[in-house]
T-cell receptor, first 117, second 116 residues
Framework: AQKITQTQPGMFVQEKEAVTLDCTYD???????LFWYKQPSSGEMIFLIY??????QNATEGRYSLNFQKARKSANLVISASQLGDSAMYFC??????????????FGTGTLLAVQP | DVKVTQSSRYLVKRTGEKVFLECVQD?????MFWYRQDPGLGLRLIYF???????EKGDIPEGYSVSREKKERFSLILESASTNQTSMYLC???????????????FGNGTRLTVT
């Protein structure tokens, strides 16, 4: 069965520093995709970044990058130069080949990030 | 921009009431989803639909049903609300692409339901 694990319920980071949010996953399917979402206190879910299992390079989107280690089944989100507006809940999610037919995602439990001035 | 609109931001209902949560998307997406979000449990899939009048159970369908009579609208129904259904409910939509893809889910702002 597919599973996403986020072991950090909460994290603090100083403004302007980099922070890594951990995500490990489990699937028996060789073809899958990994997503990160941000949820500010307003409640909306904002899509940040995507990594496909066959992508040769780690995904990057502005200050967000994904440290993808396929053998370890980890897909950690790295936020560089943290800003106060980065304070939010962050969710890791996965879609595998079966999920690809329906586009459904399974989510981790989330990490609450607090950026301190 | 994709817009997914949930009809209510906050709802308070009594135990035993029938509750309707409405969701509308404006991007002609085939797929629509209902998740519930609880602290420490993340988002869990209740039901999803990949076409009009089509529905499939997610991971926690008990106590819920859904309706999709039109492509743009997906309703979540609590037949007889119970206190353990107090939660944040999130609707999402996406394109239907029959292969692994990077198409994200687009979410509404959520409905916080309290059942007393």
């Amino acid at each position: 069965a597919q599973k996403i694990t986020q072991t950090q319920p909460g994290m603090f980071v100083q403004e302007k520093e980099a922070v890594t949010l951990d995500c490990t996953y489990d699937t028996s399917d060789p073809s899958y995709g990994l997503f990160w979402y941000k949820q500010p206190s307003s409640g909306e879910m904002i899509f940040l970044i995507y990594q496909g299992s066959y992508d040769q390079q780690n995904a990057t989107e502005g200050r967000y990058s994904l440290n993808f280690q396929k053998a370890r089944k980890s897909a950690n989100l790295v936020i560089s130069a943290s800003q106060l507006g980065d304070s939010a809940m962050y969710f890791c999610a996965m879609r595998d080949l079966y999920g690809g037919a329906t586009n459904k995602l399974i989510f981790g439990t989330g990490t609450l990030l607090a950026v301190q001035p | 921009d994709v817009k997914v609109t949930q009809s209510s931001r906050y709802l308070v209902k009594r135990t035993g009431e029938k509750v309707f949560l409405e969701c509308v998307q404006d991007m002609d997406h085939e797929n629509m989803f209902w998740y519930r979000q609880d602290p420490g449990l993340g988002l869990r899939l209740i039901y999803f639909s990949y076409d009009v009048k089509m529905k499939e159970k997610g991971d926690i369908p008990e106590g819920y049903s859904v309706s999709r009579e039109k492509k743009e609208r997906f309703s979540l129904i609590l037949e007889s609300a119970s206190t353990n259904q107090t939660s944040m409910y999130l609707c999402a939509s996406s394109l239907r692409v029959l292969k692994l893809n990077n198409s994200p889910l687009h979410f509404g702002n959520g409905t916080r339901l309290t059942v007393t």
